[in-house]
């Protein structure tokens, strides 16, 4: 439990020092996969970016100023090309924790960020892969430069997220680029439907809870195989299954459409029937199957001052 | 009144010498006054003259003949030795056909001797491994369509009511099964029933268990196991394991089959005694192995339980025929599950991984775990003593098959009864997990997407039930859930041990424990002020499982390296000792461990590791049997013959002895000689007179005794005609000419010693000038115990 709890403090520190805590609500209408290609493209490339030439910290320099990146000179430490990916990684970033925070509960992760999960992928490997202009790679720089590691460490933690919720299952990989999603898949889509279904009916017969339990029976049990049958093809994402889980927890425990136990007689008759046959068994063959007998065998040995009954004498 | 000698027993051959070799008994009510009538008078027809010592005390025997013409019966209790059981003829006899053999083999026949050892230990790795892994894929396939359709069967009847059909067909469906099982068993090898370790205990402690290690057993016990676990009876297929492991070491050291009569002519040097049993303790340990994937606890158990006779190399070999057993399981259970090469599941019976972090334990626990071996030494002999009780009964009143049939049938059906409704009125409902942890998730009256927790404990085989106790989530059972569970399934267990199908008691034992030690990890938890993480459920679960288990078994060093090495943890090997220690001492105070108790309960005439103490006083004087039968070194056929078939004793072995000539005294022991041998001498008509008139005759050879081991045919198959009983046989060659001895005064213990250490089966007891006065077999020495008031003498008795 401990390392995902840091993890966690850190997603939320960097989200506050970067953007401060905005008001983010779906982001899909407003990151389309075109659009984010074309940001990418555009971003100024800075041709005569220089390679750090060595990792040393120069704790001299920091005295003078509190801005320990301008200390270095030259821009030694990181070509502006990486800089500007950093920024565009933290903007996504923020994107796509400000989406997910209020799509916790009800779980929602899946169908709410998948394009800002995509977005935040793609950047990604942009830094960890894609030669920059002037074959700059900020694979170095950005990623493995220092212990911390934090973009490293900040992409993993939202990846380990995303892999736990097992989005994947329910949103369309877009085929033309890598990391993006193209939107939920038919399966998700019709389990949805099915689920308002369900929903709208609870909601029409809200006061009347047995009426309920009657009408709704079809379209909830219909929702409940389709559910099982989903689960058997391995096409559940945690949205899917905290929403049924959600309407499971409303039919039986809020409207109380479990199944009632109420053959407690004959099951108990049956039972007492069961118990009660060993018994006679028992009995009969005690009363009525003749006892084994033993026949003892006496054998010979010498007689002597120390017989048996002397062994009886002693310990008797 | 010379004839009863010694109560060895020639019975081996019950089963197939038929109505005209033992249908009439050897003892029984109405032939036995008619032979003790003859007795004195009647001397003449079996009066042979040769008997060493006539005449002590012949004055007792008419009044002691007219006790001993009223045969007497009593009911069947544990203070009895049965006449069925004989020892192995472990000592090696030097006669002097072994010494040239021994003449004739060159080095490199020795060296390939020994080469052919190990590849013998090879194969019953294998093929143990080999019936282990088929077990486990029966049993879970079987169980699997089982649970499946009373599953399905349960969800219909929930929704539309009429559970009560449900539950009569899940005990159908019970009762179908073990029926099979039982009557596989009950009609056709009444030795395969149980856990068959008290049987591999016994014939490593030098017993000759009837028909213990035949092919037929092995097929049976194989069965039955299936059929029992699939039956959903209380019980596990490890022990039953052991046993298919031993009879697995005796037939492929053979190298052939009797009952197939298929004879491959490989390994004929092993075909004694000696040798086949030094191959059964690889065997039992190769099944350990499998069961429990606990090599090395393979190792220990056979040196616990055999540990006179061992050596070194033998132990070797012993640990190479465990390691390729677990390996052959693990690699073909690999690739039943679809992951050909991957060789992590070392057992039948899996633990699982106890990961160390979560469940470390601390100096402060220790004394805990004492508490809990305490508690698991009380419950074990409650159970012990409740199924001894039960064992008596069934003994005494449920002995025919048919009986024990329906015996089996209604324990299953009431097993399945009481799981179903222990299901039903739960009310212990918990979360599905998100793995699917649960192999048959029971909803039953549970809210949706929750199970019954119930069911996971009896909706399920006992392995896998002790498996999510071990390692479910804190939470997964409420502590009302356990206390039912581990109070019916303890009733329950003990119920079944002991009926006539093939199951062992190792699963259930693990299984009772588990539940009460997780439930007392969940009360720990529940006092203790701050919720810390020393009370993990699961960990208590594997203490109170090791507890329980020793408080049944009362094994110790096996059982400590089994357990460890089955949770694959050596950091507990200190709680799990300690445990098992208080186990055993608690328990050992009340009544002794099951096995033994079973032993016990069998009449076999087992020695145990030293002579009861308080025995110094008692000579061989007084434990030997006298008079004792025996041959001149040149003998009449006719004698011979005469008393191979008396029936009435069924002696085994014959001190060999020669006369003076000319003088009137005792004649002095020159040898001994076994019914075997003389058997073989008289098929192949070895007569003095023969031998001279048939010069080409083919010399005997110790090839001719190996071709008739291990089933001797019985003297009446033998046909000697009236000429030849006049013949006479020179037994100078095939006897053993330095049979051990031992003085009248030498005491019980010493004599004890001598015959456990050194394997013996007969114990010539001479006097001074070497003549012979008794003869000390293994059932003079185990009818002394020590009781609750000092010595007590066990009865002998037909059974």
Redesign the interface.
Known sequence: MAPRNVNLFLVALVVGLLNGWASASSDTANLTAPELVGEMTQIPVSSHAVVAESPVFKPAESFFSLNLLAAFPDDLEISEYCTQLLHLFGQRYVTYVNCMVPSARPVKVCQNCFASYGSLGAIYHNISNEMGPGNVSCKDSLLRKDRLMLVFLLYSNLKEIWEISVCDRCVIKDKTQDYLYKGLTTDTLYFMEALNQSLTCFEKFLGNHSELCKQCKITYRDL?ELYGRMDKNGTLCIDIEDA??VT??L???KFNC??????TV??????CF??F??II??LS??LH?E??????????????K???MN?QD??? | ?AN????VSWSSRTDESGATGEGTPL???SEQPQYSRQLPGGGSLFHIGRLS?VD??EE?TSD?DS??GR??????NEK?LS?KYESLDYDNSENQLFLEEERRMSFIGFRCLEISRWVVCGLIGFLTGLIACFIDIAVEELAGVKYQVVKQNIEKF??V????IS??LW?VLNSAFVMVGAILVAFFEPIAAGSGIPQIKCYLNGVKVPRVVRLKTLLVKVFGVICSVAGGLAVGKEGPMIHSGAVVAAGVSQGRSTSLKRDFKIFEYFRRDTEKRDFVSAGAAAGVSAAFGAPVGGVLFSLEEGASFWNQMLTWRIFFASMISTFTLNFFLSIYHEKPGDLSSPGLINFGRFESDSVAYNLYEIPIFIVMGAIGGLLGALFNVLNYWLTI?R??????PC?QV??AM??A??TA??S??MI?FSNDCQPLGPDHSEEYPLQ???????YNSMATAFFNTPERSVRSLFHNQPGTYNPLTLGMFTLTYFFLACWTYGLTVSAGVFIPSLLIGAAWGRLFGILLAAISPSDSIWADPGKYALIGAASQLGGIVRMTLSLTVIMVEATGNVTYGLPIMLVLMTAKIVGDYFVEGIYDLHIKLQSVPFLHWEAPATSH??TA??V????VTCFNRLEKVGTIVDVLSNTSTNHNGFPVVVHMTGSDEPAKLCGLILRSQLIVLLKHKVFVELARSRLTHRKLQLKDFRDAYPRFPPIQSIHVSQDERECMMDLTEFMNPTPYTVPQETSLPRVFKLFRALGLRHLVVVDDENRV??LVTR??LARYTLGK?????L?????
């Open positions: 409940n049924m889980n499971r927890g039919w039986s425990k479990s199944f009632p136990r109420e053959e004959p099951v108990i008759a049956v039972s069961m118990l046959l060993p068994f028992y063959s005690f199957s006892q084994k007998k033993r026949k003892l065998i006496h054998p010979k040995r010498a007689k002597s120390t017989s048996l062994i002693k310990f008797s | 009144m009863i000698t010694k109560k003892l029984n009510g010592t002590l005390e007792m002691e006790l001993r045969p007497k019966e009593i009911p069947h009895l006449l929930t929704e009511g009429g559970l009560s539950l009569i005990a009964f003994i005494r009143y449920v002995h025919r009986l329906m015996e209604l324990v059906a009431v009864t009481v179903f409704a039903y039953l009256f549970c809210a949706d997407g929750e006083w008692l004087r007084e030997m049997s006298s008079p006065v008794g059932k003079d008031h000092g010595l007590e003498e009865q002998l008795a037909q059974t």
